[in-house]
Structure formats: structure tokens, C-alpha cells
């Protein structure tokens, strides 16, 4: 489509009643990102109240009408992806806006390949534009889906502002709080400059006319238009231009972004960036309370108790009931769970151990959750496994076909093993005869657990009761006996790869050398899901490759170079940070190394930098590799431990410019494939939390550059 063109949902496809937005980007450094945001308009271009503003703290809607599904890693980039259920949408709702921003000095002309897509529920594009004219904007509205004539349409809009996420919400009717200089919250005060139930008007320049503030005494300027106080005289605020969208619809259909205020300013005149208001959720505190056991062999009593579990089956009944329990009662945790299968927002029924007639002799899958809607159901088959079990291909095949005869919408597989794009968990074909099509989904334990932690820890959820199962839940996931610790196995070709390695009989081509690769990238998709839980920000791997490159092609790459130098390599990135975390297992040494480059902090001369940085890892390991980087080459280096005393000793020998450091962790490599202490999968993941607790966190302000591999 092009800017300003218009099409209706239903004339792309016959189910137009849920579809699923997807906004994508790439970055040719990798570091580039944007937050989307949803607005749910009325007809008057406002919202109803601030619940109707979806962004990263607030990513659902209780009615299931918008839930943000999250990032999904793309080649150089990311796609973020909204599940939208129309039929869910308020009947006084008349627009959705879909939206992204960034924010400090980031702006949308540093990525590429802006686009949007709409798609089905099962995810069969149906519509999508791309906008290629981004340069200074620092927010962005994509496109939009609105009622017209009794349906819904979809609009491409692709424009740009410059006044970041905060003037977008301002100009939605969105409360927006700004930081005083006490680092207190300012509230703000409602628009009343803008005629009531209309955006505010372009002026002749096509820039925004409103208002300025009057500051209480002594307060900070809050933000948003008003009127002026009788007497004042209204100072002068610059705007950024509304670029117009080319190629309108009809009159009926033209778009009301008619401007964006700017940016509020402060009394200095500096501009501050408000951060928008949410419905306080309840969390659990990080710490706990004192026990009063009298000593610590007592264990607390546990709603999901899992010491006397010995059996894998056992360990399954368990697991898909305790799971499949709290999805109905938490509907937080279950909406965001089933969303992403493409499930309807509804009243949620869940089963186990259901019989069901297969041939001579009924079929009982794990779990069954059903969801209804407006008089219809959706319904899923669950199929479970713990302790590293695989799924059988055999099993799912038989649930898939039961599912499409019954008329059943998904199956959905539930393991230790992490999904993978280009290598699925477990082979199943499927009949493209028949009329009803069954969708085969993944889920992994990890990823389960991640999302409880989301909103237990730093999301929140709507009372505590639901807090508390979660966090009742994330207990019995994490205990030991539970078998749902996530990814734990590194499959039958670890153990060769890794002897061949070491007595370099490897061969190249050896397909076992391919599988070793998979395994390696499920590892570090768990590390991100664990690390992105613990620290409430999005985790990512990153892969360099050419968008659209072969899955397949990238593992084949790897694993020869795997044979060739024996090693695994890796990079992730956190949001909140600009640079990356570079992961290499040498097999042939038994070490696992992490290391990220970072720019040298200013200073007058060489040595006050070195200085400074010794000085912002003052809590770091003593053990922590630091070395100094310049231009075409590599500087002296040391452990923190022998600079602490002399940071000198860290200056290049031939009095080159300093460009910045190398900091990394070395630690040693478990050689078992389990999860015990000693295992392989247990020393990266404890390498890359230590990485990033004790270097990354450490370093402040200093923008994290990424580090080259090895």
C-alpha cells in the first residue's frame, strides 16, 4: 500500500474479526530499537481514560482487545508484533492507532526498513507498506484500523514527528507526568486549549498553535497545552511540521492527525521527555521477609508442593495442571500465554487428562484449554513433556489429526526444548486436503516462567492473589524436582562434537556439528529469556545475517566454522543499553568468555580515562580482563585486580589515542550436559549473569559499544 491508502479488513480475507499487527525495523550496527504503542480513540480523536493507551508497561487490555506480543529477533533487526481482537474492541471505540517511538537522541532515519503488516490470526499477511522517507522523527504513526460503514478498514499513515512518545500520548488526551528538578512527578493539567473532542488545529505554517503554561510557584513547568493565565503573556513554543500523508482516501476517510504538541520545556528551556501515567498493579517485593523457622532446614508450606514426585509422568500430570490452573485464574498470565497463539479474548476453561476417540483406542492428551467468545469456542490440544523428555512426533501427528476432524483450532506442545525459526521442536506434516486447518504452537517452560516473572517483578498484575500465585507458580517451576527448569539437554551430538573437538578428529560437514548449533542457539534464547526476566527489560539474541538468510544456511556457516576453531559464539542484546554482550564457548580450552567493548570515558588525558573507568567498576570481580583499545589495533591489558594499584599500566605503550576498552569474564566450563552445577548449559548461563551483574550494571552512563566476538 502506499501513505494514505486505505483498504477493508474484510475484502482481505473472511475472518477479519482478530488480526495480528506487526511493526518491523532493521539496524546495520544492531542496536537500533523503538517502542510501539496502541491508542484506542473514540470519534472525537481522544482516548476515553489513560486505559486506553497500551505501550511496554501496560501491554494488554483486560477485555483482550489489544495485547502486545513482544519483540521477535529478524536478521539485523526486530519485528514487534500486537494481536488485535476487533470483535473484543468497545462499541464507542472508532480508531485504533498503531504507533512507535524512541527516545534520548535515537530517530526513526537511523533504522531501516520501516514497515507494517497486518495478518490473519493464523499469521497469513494480509496488507502491509513500508516507509522509506524517515530522517529526524523521533516518534511515528504507522497506520490505523477504524469503523466504517459497519466494518473495520485499515489506513497506511507512515508519519513522523519529532515530539517522541510523550507528544503523541499529550495530543491522544493522555495524562502525562513530568520529573521535577526534586526528581518529584509533576501531575498534569487537561487540555484546554483544543476545542473539546477534536486534536489540536494546524496553524497556516502547518505548525501547532497552543498556549503556554504558567508554573505554580517555584514548580516545574508541566506538560501539555493550556490556556495561558489572564495577564501572561503566551510564550512562543516551536513545533515540529506535521508532514502530511500523500495520497489520501476519500474525504470520509482522511486521517485526523492534524498535529502533535511538542515537547514540554523546562524553565531553563531545555526540553524533558514525560514518561506516561499507569494504573498502579501490584508487585512482590524483591526481598524477603525474615523467616521464622527456627532453622533453615524448615521448608515453607507450598501451594504446589513437588517433593514426592518420582516419576516423568507424575511430573507431568503435575506440571500441565498447575499450569493450566493458574492460566484461568491469573487471566494476566493466560491472556498473554494464549494471545500469542492467536486465541480469542474470553471465559477460560482448562482440563486435563481428557479422553478422546483416536482409532481403536481413545487418545488422551495432557491438557485442553478452551476459550469462548461472543457464542463460539476456541480450543487448543496441550501436549506435555518435563525433565528434558523429547516430544514424540508420532503423539503430536495423532493430536493434530484429532484436532482437525474435531474441528479444534491448535495444538500446542509444551517443553524443556526452546523453539527455533527453520528447525521446529518436533516433525509433524500436515494435510493441506483438509478444509480445517490446525495450527501446531510451541511453548517452552522458560518462556513461562519468563512472563510470571514479568509481572510479578516489574509489571505488576490486578490484585494479590494473583501476585501470589504467580509467584507460587514461578516456585514450582524453579524447584528441582519440578523437571521445568527449561532447556537442559544438549542433545545426543554434544558429547562426540565436543571429543572430536578435542582430539581434532572433527570433520567438516559432519551433520552432528549442525545439531550441536541448534542446541547452542536454544541455550542463549533461554539466557536472554532469564536474564530479560530478572531485570524486567527485553533480552535478545542478535544475529548478523542478511534479512530473509536461510536459517539453515547460518547453522551450516557456524558449524564450520565450529570445526574449524572449536568454538560457539553468540551476541545478546538488552534493552535500556546500546551496545551488546559477546558470548564464546572454546571447547578446546574449556573456557567460556563474555566480554563487551565500551568507549573511554572523557577525560583530559589518557590516564584520568583510565581512571575513571577503574573507578566506575570499583564493585566489579577482581578477575574481570580489561584492555585498552586503539585505532588498528589492541593496547596493554590486565586484571582489574593488578590496575586498581596501578591504572597506568593500562595505557598504550606507544602513546596511541585511546578509543575505548574491552572488559571480559573468563570462567571455566562445565563438561557435563545436565543441569547440575558442573553442566555446560549451567556454566554459560551463570557466565552471562555474573557478565552482566557484576561488569554491564556497573558501568552507568557509559555507552556499551559491541563487542567483537571472541
Request: aromatic share 4%; net charge neutral.
Given at each position: ?21 506487526s ?15 496502541v ?38 533487526g ?11 474492541v ?35 499477511p494480509?496488507?502491509?507498506?513500508s ?109 515540529a ?38 494504573r ?11 523467616s ?46 494464549t ?10 476453561q482448562?482440563?486435563?487428562?481428557v ?53 479444534y ?7 524443556n ?12 506434516k ?54 521445568c ?17 578435542e582430539?581434532?578428529?572433527?570433520n567438516m560437514g ?46 551450516l ?55 575513571k ?35 597506568g ?62
Amino acid at each position: 500500500m502506499t501513505k494514505g491508502a486505505n483498504v477493508s479488513l474484510t475484502a482481505l480475507g473472511q475472518d477479519a474479526g482478530a488480526v495480528v499487527v506487526s511493526l518491523g525495523w532493521t539496524s546495520a550496527s544492531g542496536a537500533g530499537d523503538a517502542d510501539v504503542s496502541v491508542f484506542l480513540l473514540g470519534t472525537n480523536g481522544k482516548v476515553r481514560s489513560d486505559d486506553d493507551f497500551y505501550f511496554y508497561n501496560r501491554p494488554a487490555a483486560e477485555d483482550g482487545s489489544v495485547q502486545l506480543l513482544g519483540k521477535t529477533p529478524t536478521g539485523s533487526g526486530d519485528e514487534d508484533r500486537i494481536g488485535l481482537d476487533l470483535t473484543a474492541v468497545p462499541a464507542d471505540i472508532a480508531r485504533i492507532v498503531v504507533a512507535a517511538s524512541q527516545y534520548g537522541d535515537a530517530c526513526f532515519g537511523d533504522l531501516d526498513d520501516l514497515r507494517m503488516t497486518v495478518a490473519d490470526r493464523s499469521g497469513e499477511p494480509l496488507v502491509g507498506f513500508s516507509i522509506d522517507d524517515a530522517s529526524v522523527e523521533s516518534a511515528f504513526v504507522f497506520g490505523e484500523l477504524y469503523r466504517r460503514g459497519g466494518e473495520w478498514k485499515f489506513r497506511a499513515v507512515g508519519q513522523g514527528y519529532e515530539t517522541g512518545l510523550a507528544g503523541l500520548a499529550t495530543a491522544f488526551g493522555i495524562s502525562v507526568v513530568e520529573e521535577g528538578e526534586d526528581g518529584e512527578d509533576s501531575p498534569t493539567t487537561p487540555d484546554t486549549t483544543a476545542t473539546p473532542g477534536t486534536a489540536p488545529a494546524p496553524s497556516a505554517a502547518g505548525e501547532t498553535e497552543r498556549g503556554t503554561r504558567t508554573p505554580a510557584a517555584g514548580g516545574p513547568v508541566p506538560a501539555g497545552p493550556v490556556t495561558a493565565t489572564a495577564g501572561a503573556a503566551p510564550a512562543p513554543i516551536e513545533h515540529a511540521p506535521v508532514r502530511p500523508a500523500a495520497h489520501a482516501g476519500p474525504a470520509e476517510d482522511a486521517p485526523a492527525f492534524a498535529g502533535v504538541p511538542a515537547q514540554s520545556r523546562g524553565r531553563d528551556g531545555s526540553v524533558t521527555r514525560g514518561a506516561p501515567t499507569t494504573r498502579k498493579k501490584v508487585t512482590l517485593p524483591r526481598v524477603a521477609r525474615k523467616s521464622l523457622a527456627e532453622n533453615d532446614s524448615w521448608q515453607p508450606a507450598r501451594l504446589f508442593p513437588v517433593p514426592t514426585l518420582k516419576s516423568d509422568r507424575e511430573r507431568e500430570v503435575r506440571a500441565t495442571s498447575v499450569l493450566l490452573s493458574v492460566m484461568t485464574q491469573v487471566p494476566e498470565l493466560g491472556r498473554r500465554l494464549t494471545a500469542a497463539f492467536g486465541a480469542p479474548a474470553g471465559r477460560t476453561q482448562t482440563f486435563t487428562e481428557v479422553s478422546l476417540p483416536h482409532g481403536d483406542a481413545p487418545r488422551r492428551p495432557d491438557g485442553v484449554i478452551r476459550i469462548e467468545r461472543a457464542g463460539k469456542l476456541w480450543t487448543a490440544l496441550v501436549e506435555t513433556k518435563t525433565n528434558g523428555n523429547p516430544l514424540r512426533a508420532e503423539q503430536v501427528q495423532a493430536y493434530m489429526d484429532i484436532a482437525a476432524r474435531r474441528g479444534y483450532e491448535a495444538v500446542i506442545t509444551l517443553s524443556n526444548d526452546v523453539a527455533l525459526d527453520g528447525a521446529p521442536v518436533v516433525d509433524v506434516k500436515i494435510d493441506g486436503r483438509r478444509k480445517h486447518k490446525v495450527d501446531l504452537w510451541h511453548l517452552s517452560w522458560a518462556e513461562v516462567a519468563h512472563q510470571a516473572q514479568l509481572l510479578i517483578r516489574h509489571e505488576g498484575v490486578g490484585n494479590p492473589a494473583h501476585a501470589w500465585l504467580l509467584q507460587e507458580l514461578l516456585e514450582y517451576l524453579r524447584h528441582e524436582n519440578s523437571g521445568c527448569h527449561g532447556f537442559q539437554n544438549m542433545r545426543p551430538s554434544w558429547v562426540p562434537v565436543r571429543k572430536g573437538i578435542e582430539d581434532e578428529t572433527l570433520n567438516m560437514g559432519d551433520e552432528r556439528a549442525v545439531d550441536v548449533v541448534e542446541s547452542w542457539e536454544r541455550l542463549i534464547r533461554q539466557v536472554c529469556l532469564r536474564l530479560g526476566g530478572e531485570l524486567g527489560q527485553k533480552a535478545l539474541p542478535v544475529q548478523r545475517a542478511r534479512r530473509g538468510s536461510d536459517p539453515r544456511e547460518r547453522r551450516l556457516a557456524a558449524a564450520e566454522t565450529l570445526c574449524v576453531d572449536g568454538r560457539l559464539s553468540a551476541e545478546l542484546r538488552v534493552d535500556g543499553t546500546s551496545g551488546v554482550i559477546a558470548v564464546t564457548a572454546d571447547l578446546r580450552t574449556g573456557k567460556v568468555r563474555t566480554s563487551t567493548d565500551v568507549p573511554a570515558p572523557e577525560g583530559p588525558t589518557a590516564l584520568v580515562s583510565v581512571k575513571k573507568l577503574v573507578r566506575m567498576l570499583a564493585e566489579a570481580p577482581a578477575d574481570l580482563h580489561v584492555e585498552s583499545l586503539v585505532e588498528g589495533g589492541s593496547g596493554a591489558r590486565g586484571t582489574l585486580e593488578r590496575l586498581r594499584p596501578e591504572p597506568g599500566n593500562l595505557l598504550p605503550r606507544d602513546g596511541a589515542p585511546l578509543s575505548g576498552f574491552r572488559l571480559t569474564l573468563i570462567k571455566g566450563m562445565g563438561n557435563t550436559r545436565g543441569n547440575t552445577e558442573s553442566g555446560f548449559i549451567r556454566s554459560v548461563d551463570d557466565a552471562v549473569a555474573r557478565f552482566h551483574q557484576g561488569v554491564v550494571a556497573r558501568l552507568g552512563p557509559l555507552d556499551v559499544r559491541a563487542g567483537r566476538r571472541g
